[in-house]
């Protein structure tokens, strides 16, 4: 009997000894973020946002607003402490026919958070040498510098460069930089050693406001940051996306009140008037947007939320449409 006793304790801890931990390893961190690229298909269109990094910026850049309402914003979205965190952000678009890139990041231009466009193009199974076509939203450092390698030689060999002509005729003026306040003008410098080269190989060329870049892009007016700031406007097959490149630096801030600025708009009260008629028309058509200081991939819809008032609706992650034949 005591026999038998022993061997029901015996069977009745194998299941226990069965579900018991197993001792492993430990694994070491790995330390590394995933590639900086999200692709979203329109209409024909494949779209791949492109994430050329983040800088932190002083909550003092932003105009037109009391400390206290900003720091209230900031916090509500849980950001802004004690400096604000603003994404750069680039967009590839294949139409099926062109590679075209809106944007090229900064390179290495502004420190060491910034400069990885080109990183994550090939991440994302693209080569610079693929693109037929680079528009440029406006020629500050962080949205044309990737043009370049660390050497000043130029990425994209065989690919026209698109600028408006308002800001080529400013940024890439000696005159104009000559009466622009000290602080500023190394930007103007930093504009014409990015083009150089283009320019003389006659890849650069310029554009007005309403032109059609590429079958299905459409340069749109959007000056005041810039004196030629340009959004634009992509289609196929009915839809529609609105890459309006730096209306917004500050989404916790400036889509609930479009009236502040920042320290870089060039031109503070028609950067305002271009904020709010932009948000009025997104909110109304409901098509989708990209900016290139919303948090990555920056590709989401606005909301109007009251007179004036309105709010930035990320997109969700979601796959791909498999091809026909898949």
Known sequence: ????????????????????????????????????????????????????????LDVSLLKNAKA???????????????????????????????????????????????????????????????????????????????????SGQPLFAKAKILVSQADNDFWLSQKVADGAPAKVQPFFKMARDTAAPYLASGQWATFTDGSVLAPGIRAVKANGHTPGHTAYAIES????????????????????????????????????????????AMAASKSLVAGMHLPFPGLGHVRAEGKGSYSWVPIEFAPLPKAAGQ
């Open 237 to 280: 097959d009915g839809q529609k996306l609105l890459i309006w490149g730096d209306v917004v630096h500050s989404h916790a801030v400036q889509f609930a009140k479009p009236g502040v600025s920042i320290e870089f708009d060039i031109d503070q009260k028609q950067a305002i008037a271009t904020r709010r008629s932009l948000m009025k």
């Open 68 to 150: 206290a309402d900003l720091q209230r914003l900031l916090s509500r979205m849980f950001v802004g402490s004690p400096k604000m965190q603003t994404a750069v952000n680039a967009y590839l678009i294949n139409t099926g026919s062109q590679l075209v890139l809106v944007d090229t990041g900064a390179a290495k231009l502004f420190g060491p958070s910034l400069g990885y466009v080109l990183q994550n193009m090939k991440a994302a199974g693209y080569e610079p040498a693929q693109v037929d076509t680079v528009i440029i939203t406006h020629l500050h450092g962080d949205h044309m510098g990737g043009l370049n390698d660390a």
């Open 1 to 56: 009997m005591l026999k038998l006793f022993r061997y029901i304790l015996i069977l009745a801890a194998i299941p226990l000894m069965a579900f018991a931990p197993l001792v492993q390893a430990e694994a070491p961190k790995v330390a590394t973020q995933v590639p900086g690229y999200y692709r979203t298909q329109l209409g024909q269109f494949e779209i791949t946002a492109l994430y050329d990094g983040a800088i932190e």
